[in-house]
C-alpha cells in the first residue's frame, strides 16, 4: 500500500485519501496553475498510526524518495548548509477543520544553513526571521512548549527596541531572539534544538498525525459531526516565502464576501509576513485591494487565478497564497465556509450565473445554518453605549456576562449563562469556549482570524481586531478606549457592524431576505414530505405559518392548563371529590379551552391541526406538598403521588380512568371546529390524537369515545390517531392500526422508552460522559438513534401499513427539526415532519436534500 504521492502524480483514493489540502494542492497542479511542490502523505499513515501508536516503518523510505525528487527539481538540498530546501509541513483531513490541527513552516534550517540562507539571498533578516519562527512553531507544535513563552520574548524585545511590529526588527535583532528561543527550547525540553532535517521533517510528521488526536480537534469534530477515524494527511511543500521584503507577501482571499456573499474579492493581505501571521492575527492585515497598489501584476495573476478556480469547482473558493519576490503561488484551495446569509445568496446567484442548478443550490445549503438568519439582532430603536469598533468578522448580535478564558466561558456556559468571550486572540485551543460563548470580542486579528473564521461556522456574532481592547488577565479587568470594565460585566457585540457596546441592549429577531425565500420555494419543489410544526399557542401557529409550516403536527392542550388563568379551574378538577364535581369544573374549563382551539383553527386555515388530548400526570398541575395551600390538598398530592410518573398514570390512561377530561377536550374540539367553519367558512382539518397508547384496546375505547362526543356536538369532519411512544406500539402498530386514521412517532418519550434513558437525569450526567468517552456518538435526543429506535418505527410502518395502506404517518419529536433525523424519516415513506416553528425552514430544506439524496445528488458540505 502507497502511503505518498506527489502533487503531480494520480492518486486513487479522492479527499479521503488525500485529504482536502492534498487533493486541492493535486488539482491546482493539474490545471496548472502556480503551486509550489511537494507531496502528500496519505490518511491511511496517519490511521496506521493511531492504530499503533507508532509511524509505520515503511512510510520514510517512501518519504526519502520524494524529498529526492524534490531536491532535483528544486535544485536544491534537503539540509544543505549553502542554500538549504526549506518545507512547510500542513495538516489536511478530508473535513475542512479550519485551525484545530497544526502547521509547521521553514523546515530544514539549522544553525549552519541559516548563514547559508542569508549569503544564498543577500537577506540576513530573512533568513534569520524564518530561522526564529522554525523554533518558535516546532517548540509548539513538535514538544509542546507554552508558545506564550516564546511571544514575550519577542514583546519584550519589541519594546526594548522600540518597534511596534515584528518586521520593524533588524536582522541583528532577529539573531539574538533565535538563541533566546533556542534556550527556551533546551530549557523546556531539556535538549538542544535538532540541526538534522532529516529529524526535524519526520517528528512534524508525527507531530501533525497527533494533533488529529487533540483535545481542540475532538470537540471541534464533536461539534460538527466529523467522524474520529478520518485521521489527516500531511501536505510537505517546497516553501516559498512571503517574509523576503517588500516585493514579497502573504494573503488569505474568498471569491465571494464569506459574510454577504457579494460577487467581490474578500480577503487580505500582509507585506513581508508568512502565512500564519495572517491567520493567526499575529499582526492586523490589510484589505485585499491594497495588493493592487503594492504589487499589481501578483494581483491581477490572483483575480485571473480565482476566477477560474471558481469556475473549475462550482464553488465560492478560499485559499491561501504567498507572493515571493513578485511571483505569486497558491498554497491551499477550498470551498470557503460562509454565513448561511451568504450561502444563500452565492447559491442563488450561482443558480442565476449558470454555474449550477436548482438541485445543487438547495444541496449545498446546511440547514443548520438556517438557525442564524433567525437569531436576533440589535433592535435599531435602542440607545446604546458604544465604546469601540472593531471588525465586523461575523454577523448577529449577543449580549452576555464577560469571560476572558474559554474554560470560564465552557463553565458558565454550559450552566446556561449568557457569556461573551473576551480574548486578546483566540487560538483552536479556545473551541470549547467558542462553542459555549454567545458572542466573541478579540483585540487582535482581521476577518480571516481564527476567531472570524469559527464564528461564522457556528452562526455566532464576532467582533475581531478592536485596537481600543485591552486585557488585564492577573486582575481580571479589560479596557475599551476609557471605559474599564470587570470579568462578569454585561457586554454587547454587533458583529454585523463591527460595534462594541456597554451594557446588554435589547434584540430584535433578523429580517429574512428574499434569498432564504428562493431557496425554500425551490426546496418545497423538490421535497416529498410535508413539514408542520408543533405549537400549543395561536402565536406559535402564526409563526409557524410565517415560517412555511403546512399544518400543526402536535399540539399540547396541557400547556394551556399551565397558564394563571386556568390552572386553578384546573386544580379544581383534580382536587373534586367525585365526578360531579369533577365535571363541574370541566364545564368551566370547556370554553376556555375552545377558544384556545379557535385561536389555533383559524390561524392554520386549511391546513391539518393535530391535538393532543391532555398527556402529563395529573400532579404536575398541583404544587409541591409543602406548598398546599389546605390539608385536602396536601392529601390529593399525597394519593397522587407516584414513584416514577413518566411509566404511570399519564396519557391514555389518564382518559380511560376519567373519560369525563377527554370528553370535555374532544367537545372543545368539535365546537371550535365548527364555529370557525361557520365564522370564516374554511372547515378546520380536525385530527385528534391519544397519547401514550400500547395497547389496541386502549384506541379502541378511546375512539369509542371521541365518536360518540363528536356525534352529539356537531358535524365535523375529523381524523381520530394517537401518538406512537412506547416499543410495544410499534411492535403492534398492525392492531393499533386498525383504530387509527393516523400515528405520529413521539420521538423525545420513544428514545427515553426504548433506551431506558431519563432524559432529565442523563443529560448532564452519565450520557456526558458516554458522549466525551466515545460510547456514543451522538446525543440520541438530538439525532434519532436509527439502529434502536429507528429500528422500531420501521417495524411499526410496516406493520401498521400492512393492514392499512392509507395510514397517515408523521413525527412530532424535535427529531422531526435535525436533519439527519429528516432524512431518515423520508427513507421510511413518512407523510411528515412536525418541529417547533423555528426550525421549520430547517425541516423544509432537509426534506428536500433527502428526496435530492433518494435520486442520487447529495448534499456538499460547506468548507471542506
Not at 470537540?219 to 517546497?238: C, E, M, S, W
Not at 485591494?289 to 494581483?299: G, H, K, N, S, V
Not at 451522538?778 to 393492514?803: H, K, Y
Amino acid at each position: 500500500m502507497r502511503l505518498v504521492y506527489a502533487f503531480d502524480e494520480d492518486a486513487p483514493g479522492g479527499r479521503e485519501l488525500l485529504g482536502g489540502k492534498g487533493v486541492g494542492l493535486a488539482e491546482m497542479t493539474a490545471l496548472g496553475v502556480p503551486v509550489p511542490a511537494g507531496f502528500t502523505i496519505t490518511t491511511d499513515a496517519c490511521r496506521a498510526t493511531m492504530a499503533s501508536g507508532e509511524v509505520p516503518e515503511e512510510l520514510w523510505p517512501e518519504v526519502d524518495e520524494h524529498v529526492g525528487r524534490l531536491q532535483e527539481r528544486a535544485g536544491k538540498r534537503f539540509g544543505d548548509p549553502s542554500d538549504p530546501l526549506l518545507v512547510s509541513v500542513r495538516s489536511g483531513a478530508a473535513v475542512s477543520m479550519p485551525g484545530m490541527m497544526d502547521t509547521i513552516l521553514n523546515l530544514g534550517l539549522n544553525d549552519v544553513a541559516v548563514e547559508g540562507l542569508a549569503a544564498a539571498t543577500g537577506n540576513p533578516r530573512f533568513a534569520y526571521d524564518s530561522y526564529r519562527r522554525l523554533v518558535q512553531m516546532y517548540g509548539e507544535v513538535v514538544d509542546g512548549i507554552d508558545g506564550h513563552l516564546f511571544e514575550a520574548e519577542l514583546q519584550a524585545l519589541k519594546e526594548r527596541r522600540n518597534a511596534r511590529l515584528d518586521v520593524d526588527l533588524t536582522a541583528d535583532d532577529l539573531r539574538g531572539l533565535i538563541r533566546t528561543f533556542q534556550e527556551i527550547y533546551e530549557r523546556e525540553v531539556r535538549d538542544p534544538f535538532p540541526q538534522e532535517a532529516e529529524e526535524q521533517l519526520r517528528r512534524a510528521t508525527r507531530a501533525v498525525f497527533d494533533s488529529w488526536e487533540s483535545p481542540r480537534a475532538k470537540v471541534y469534530r464533536r461539534t460538527y459531526d466529523i467522524p474520529d477515524d478520518l485521521g489527516t494527511a500531511v501536505n510537505v511543500v517546497q516553501m516559498v516565502f512571503g517574509n523576503k521584503g517588500d516585493t514579497s507577501g502573504t494573503g488569505v482571499c474568498f471569491t465571494r464576501n464569506p459574510s454577504t456573499g457579494e460577487r467581490v474579492l474578500f480577503g487580505e493581505f500582509l507585506v513581508n509576513a508568512q502565512g500564519e501571521d495572517v491567520v493567526a492575527g499575529i499582526r492586523t492585515p490589510e484589505p485585499i485591494e491594497r495588493m493592487r497598489e503594492t504589487l499589481p501584476e501578483a494581483y491581477d495573476r490572483l483575480v485571473a487565478t480565482l476566477e477560474r478556480l471558481e469556475d473549475h469547482y462550482r464553488e465560492m473558493q478560499d485559499i491561501e497564497f504567498t507572493v515571493e519576490d513578485g511571483a505569486l503561488f497558491l498554497l491551499q484551495t477550498r470551498t470557503g465556509k460562509r454565513t448561511a446569509q451568504a450561502a444563500l445568496r452565492v447559491a442563488v446567484e450561482m443558480q442565476g450565473e449558470g454555474l449550477i442548478s436548482r438541485e445543487d443550490a438547495v444541496a449545498r445549503i446546511d440547514p443548520g445554518q438556517l438557525d442564524q438568519l433567525l437569531h436576533p439582532m440589535i433592535d435599531p430603536t435602542a440607545e446604546v453605549d458604544v465604546v469601540a469598533t472593531g471588525l465586523n468578522a461575523s454577523p448577529g448580535a449577543a449580549s452576555g456576562a464577560i469571560v476572558l478564558d474559554a474554560d470560564l466561558a465552557e463553565e458558565k456556559g454550559s450552566a446556561g449563562e449568557d457569556v461573551i468571550l473576551v480574548r486578546w486572540e483566540t487560538t483552536p485551543d479556545d473551541i470549547h469556549g467558542l462553542i459555549h460563548s454567545r458572542g466573541v470580542l478579540t483585540a487582535h486579528g482581521g476577518m480571516t482570524s481564527h476567531a472570524a473564521v469559527v464564528a461564522r461556522g457556528m452562526g455566532k456574532p464576532c467582533v475581531a481586531g478592536c485596537d481600543a481592547l485591552s486585557i488585564d488577565m492577573a486582575a481580571r479587568t479589560l479596557r475599551i478606549g476609557s471605559v474599564e470594565l470587570r470579568e462578569g460585566d454585561q457586554l454587547t457585540v454587533d458583529g454585523g457592524t463591527g460595534r462594541v457596546i456597554v451594557g446588554s441592549v435589547p434584540l430584535v429577531p433578523p429580517a429574512i431576505d428574499e434569498n432564504f425565500g428562493t431557496i425554500l420555494d425551490w426546496a418545497d419543489d423538490l421535497r416529498r414530505m410535508r413539514v408542520r410544526a408543533n405549537a400549543d399557542t395561536p402565536a406559535d401557529a402564526a409563526k409557524a405559518r410565517e415560517f412555511g409550516a403546512e399544518g400543526i403536527g402536535l399540539c399540547r392542550t396541557e400547556h394551556m392548563f399551565m397558564a394563571p388563568d386556568r390552572l386553578p379551574l384546573v386544580q379544581e378538577m383534580i382536587m373534586a371529590a367525585d365526578e360531579k364535581a369533577r365535571r363541574a369544573a370541566l364545564d368551566r374549563l370547556l370554553p376556555v379551552q375552545q377558544s384556545d382551539f379557535e385561536g389555533i383553527f383559524e390561524a392554520m386555515a386549511g391546513y391539518p391541526v393535530t391535538i393532543r388530548l391532555l398527556d402529563p400526570p395529573l400532579h404536575e398541575f398541583l404544587p409541591a406538598p409543602e406548598d398546599a395551600t389546605s390539608d385536602a390538598m396536601r392529601k390529593r398530592i399525597t394519593e397522587l403521588h407516584e414513584a416514577n410518573p413518566m411509566l404511570g398514570t399519564r396519557g391514555c390512561r389518564l382518559g380511560l380512568q376519567w373519560p369525563e377530561i377527554y370528553e370535555m377536550q374532544v367537545r372543545a374540539i368539535v365546537r371550535a371546529a365548527r364555529a370557525v367553519a361557520e365564522r370564516t367558512g374554511d372547515a378546520p382539518l380536525v385530527e385528534i390524537m391519544h397519547p401514550l397508547v400500547g395497547f389496541a384496546e386502549e384506541l379502541s375505547r378511546l375512539r369509542e369515545l371521541t365518536d360518540r362526543v363528536a356525534a352529539e356536538e356537531a358535524d365535523v369532519a375529523y381524523l381520530c390517531g394517537t401518538m406512537i411512544e412506547l416499543p410495544r406500539a410499534c411492535v403492534r402498530a398492525d392492531e393499533i392500526a386498525e383504530y387509527a386514521d393516523f400515528c405520529s412517532f413521539g420521538t423525545n418519550d420513544l428514545t427515553q422508552t426504548t433506551l431506558g434513558f431519563s432524559r432529565d437525569d442523563a443529560e448532564g450526567k452519565f450520557l456526558t460522559h458516554y458522549l466525551e468517552h466515545g460510547v456514543l456518538e451522538r446525543n440520541p435526543f438530538e439525532v434519532l438513534d436509527v439502529e434502536g429506535v429507528g429500528d422500531l418505527m420501521r417495524i411499526a410502518v410496516e406493520r401498521g401499513r400492512g393492514v392499512k395502506p392509507d395510514l397517515k404517518l408523521g413525527i412530532c419529536g424535535e427529531h422531526g427539526g435535525e436533519p439527519r433525523s429528516v432524512a431518515f424519516c423520508h427513507e421510511l415513506g413518512l407523510d411528515y415532519v412536525s418541529c417547533s416553528p423555528y426550525r421549520v425552514p430547517l425541516a423544509r430544506l432537509a426534506a428536500a436534500q433527502a428526496a435530492l439524496a433518494e435520486a442520487g445528488i447529495h448534499s456538499v458540505a460547506v468548507g471542506g
